[in-house]
Antibody, heavy 123, light 107 residues
Framework: EVQLVESGGGLVKPGGSLRLSCAAS????????MNWVRQAPGKGLEWVSS????????YYADSVKGRFTISRDNAKNSLYLQMNSLRAEDTAVYYC????????????????WGQGTLVTVSS | DIQMTQSPSSVSASVGDRVTITCRAS??????LAWYQQKPGKAPKLLIY???SLQSGVPSRFSGSGSGTDFTLTISSLQPEDFATYYC?????????FGQGTKLEIK
């Protein structure tokens, strides 16, 4: 069974940092590109970042570029999101999500999602 | 960046109704469009990919169509479990933007 489990969320002050993790199981993690998507309270979905299976290609939303860093460790079946210089507008539930085919960016949507981890940026 | 605009933002319907939700891209995205369903407090669920392909396990009352800039999600006969928020997402180019969502409510 495919599982994605996020962790690392919490309350942080503006300007602070946080590192999110996503533990993957039930599939060959190293064969799939992966993604982070966030959702502010009561708002819609926002794509945040994507990383290819071997970390060769990485993309970010303009809203987080230069502040967030996506990475992965295929040996540990884990995806990460390092978030620096956090702002109030980064407050959201952060989901990790898998691309729906074992390829890099197959353009077919995200078929498995974690349960999400809440990040709250407030003084 | 490609902007995705959904309409309507909300819709009220009854069990058994046919409902159509529209998604428009600010530029052509071929058929690289996905649709998701999200219920409160839950992660999104992939319904349709490549504009018209039904994700495994999704009931056949859900269907998608369109290409280029205009796309539709149709639910042929609403069931109680279908009341949720629906999002489109373009996968043609990065950033993989989502529409703002359409909330489907019970009339």
């Amino acid at each position: 069974e495919v599982q994605l489990v996020e962790s690392g969320g919490g309350l942080v002050k503006p300007g602070g940092s946080l590192r999110l993790s996503c533990a993957a199981s039930g599939f060959t993690f190293s064969s799939y590109s992966m993604n982070w998507v966030r959702q502010a309270p009561g708002k819609g979905l926002e794509w945040v970042s994507s990383i290819s299976s071997s970390s060769s290609y990485i993309y970010y939303a303009d809203s987080v570029k230069g502040r967030f860093t996506i990475s992965r460790d295929n040996a540990k079946n884990s995806l990460y999101l390092q978030m620096n210089s956090l702002r109030a507008e980064d407050t959201a539930v952060y989901y990790c999500a898998r691309d729906s085919q074992a390829d890099d960016f197959p353009q077919l949507g995200f078929d498995y999602w974690g349960q999400g981890t809440l990040v709250t940026v407030s003084s | 960046d490609i902007q995705m605009t959904q309409s309507p933002s909300s819709v009220s319907a009854s069990v058994g109704d046919r409902v159509t939700i529209t998604c428009r891209a600010s530029q052509g995205i071929s058929s690289w469009l996905a649709w998701y369903q999200q219920k409160p407090g839950k992660a999104p669920k992939l319904l349709i990919y490549a504009a018209s392909s039904l994700q495994s396990g999704v009931p056949s009352r859900f269907s998608g169509s369109g290409s280029g800039t205009d796309f539709t999600l149709t639910i042929s006969s609403l069931q109680p479990e279908d009341f949720a928020t629906y999002y489109c997402q373009q996968a043609n180019s990065f950033p993989h933007t989502f529409g703002q969502g359409t909330k489907l409510e019970i009339k």
